[in-house]
């Protein structure tokens, strides 16, 4: 069974940076594409971004140069760096496989003050 743990959330303000953490369990991680999801009050959950498991990462427009993916497999650990936050970049994240597995981790909440 996939367990997940997020981290590294919290409340910055515009054009701050935030470093989130994922650990990843029972699951063979090498093998799996990673990918951070996030919900803002309201809406559905969204991806923000996606890492291959060759390494290579996708992001929503919305955060295209911005935020930069990356994934250490010895650690079975997934990032997301965030700089450039803006107010709207508010929300929970959450870390999951690519394709999502069934259940999610508790998140990290993020807040970006104006």
């Known amino acids: 069974q996939v367990q997940l743990a997020e981290s590294g959330g919290g409340l910055v303000q515009a054009g701050g940076s935030l470093r989130l953490s994922c650990a990843a369990s029972g699951i063979w991680f090498s093998a799996n594409a990673m990918g951070w999801w996030r919900q803002a009050p309201g809406k559905q959950r969204e991806l923000v971004a996606s890492i291959t498991r060759s390494n290579n990462p996708n992001y929503v427009d919305s955060v295209k140069g911005r935020f930069t993916i990356s994934r250490d497999n010895p650690k079975k650990m997934v990032y997301l760096q965030m700089d450039s936050l803006k107010p709207e970049d508010t929300a929970v994240y959450y870390c999951?496989?690519?394709?999502?597995?069934?259940?999610w981790g508790q998140g990290t909440q993020v807040t970006v003050s104006s």
């Open positions: 999951n496989l690519y394709p999502p597995a069934p259940g």
